[in-house]
């Protein structure tokens, strides 16, 4: 059976190639981590969150933070493409004066819930932001994207602890789990062990999605029953998902590509390197 | 000196939260428990289900606060003063400060006063942690009353306000009439030869200082600095102007506290000699409260000796 979200496979094409291109402009950012969490982004985006572009704030929309923030590429094309803001605003990535900043900031971009950069903050606003839902009343989701070298920040499980302590089933945690940072894998820098286990022993009800890029089983790792207990759905990603040279490279975490690099990486995509 | 109330700025605090709590549903308070030291106990008797304790884990803490602010809620966030601003300073930086999220960090046991548990303990640089971020409003009472008028103030401003709270039984030095108007400092003693610009408990000691010094015929200026942040400027250039001599008082590091702040303001802009009492460059100790004034010349009696020496050699 052909699956409804085939349509979107075209679309992360595409995504990407607006990603490679902002980043290329902008002549800095981070390509690795902005391509291997697309799909985690398009699957809450284009499937699973209720949003409305045409109006950000509007209250009961699901809230979405993305907590492993140098990967807002991926965000602003998405956002741009939903209509949140001009496709225009996504060439001015990083200059001064942009609507787009290095890292995502609430203040100045139309469809971002929360600031985030500082790795581990991201993801306990987000646990505040299910709490504070819960005071009032209201169903909405909150949905965060973690990082696994970000995972290293003590934060990380500070919040972990709390989510779990105050039951909130209404907070999901993704993990973007490419396996590589800045300074090599993370095995060699700090290895994060069994990242499920210690989820699920913090009191998250855990579950793996083994193609962090397919997004059918992502949506499907979603719909896990939770009830009482936040959930944590660790998808299994490639670092540079869809650009050769990128791909599983660590070197390729925050580096922008030159020219060469930038037309072969529009070659692949299938996209035009001129716009 | 008429006898006075006394009374505790955290339990005036506390009081003071629980009450407005009543008030105003958007208001939450959230401690690391601790909730029994800075009395966010009232407000978590009185609406439990808008009191959250995060355990100790200040960082998780301040940023959960802001999540309730993005949501439209006003949290007040207590703990110490030293792991408040100390240990989650990055996380009030960029999920606080930098947002400008409606965030209170009422943070109490601030300053030497927290006594005998020692310099680990004793927060002496968290105004100059505070001050420096933009967005920031810093107020530091000076005693009861005026604390439960900044518990006020706080809510009603939109955007981050750093609260000092200290620990111990004082004097009830304002009224409750006395003014309390954010970046508007009060003139509690007219005097003109020279200005004593003291905040938090070291109003009473500038107060009592000035008495020592009418006694000897030097008339002394005193101004309360309950905001440091943002900082009075005309009083203080007022004050200069008057006194042509500015001495500062305060239960913080000599950097980056009111002196710095009040010297900033001076410099370029005054002829006025200047000095400063506070806390020199080291770290507390344990020690009575009253100990430890003495020792690090947080007195009526070192206010007055340095305001001497100001006025002699203006």
Redesign the interface.
Known sequence: MESANQSLAEKSRLLRADIIRMLYLAKSGHPGGSLSCLEMLMALYYREMKVDPANPHWEQRDRFVLSKGHACPAQYAILADLGYFPREELWRLRRLGAMLQGHP???KTPGV???S??L??GV??????????K??GEDHRVFAVIGDGESQE??VW??A??AA??KLDNLTVLLDHNGLQIDGSNDQVMSLGDVMKKFEAFGFVCTRVADGHDIDAILEALHTPHPGRPLFVCCETVKGYGVSYMEDEAGWHGKAPNRQEYEQAMKELGVSADE | MSERAMESLRVAYGKELAALGGADKRI?AMDADLSGSTMTCYFAKEHP??F?D??I?E??MV??????A????IPFVSTFAVFGTGRAF??IR??VA???ANVKLAFTHAGLCVGEDGGSHQSIEDIALMRVLPNMTVLVPCDAEETRKAVRAAAAIDGPVYLRITRPVCPVFTAPDTPFIPGKANVLRDGGDVALIATGLMVPEAMAAAELLADEGIGARVVNMHTLKPIDRDAILEAAGRCGAVLTAEEHSVFGGLGSAVAETLAGASAARFAKVGIQDQFGQSGTPEALFEAYGLTAANIAAQARELVRTK
């Open positions: 900031d609430m203040r819930d929360v600031n950069g500082s581990g903050q306990a606003i987000a646990g505040g932001m299910a709490m504070a839902a005071v009032k003590g934060l500070e919040a602890m709390s302590h105050y | 939450v289900e808008r959250f995060f355990g884990a960082a998780n940023c959960a606060a802001a999540g309730f993005h949501e439209g809620f990055e996380q960029n999920s930098y947002v400008n």
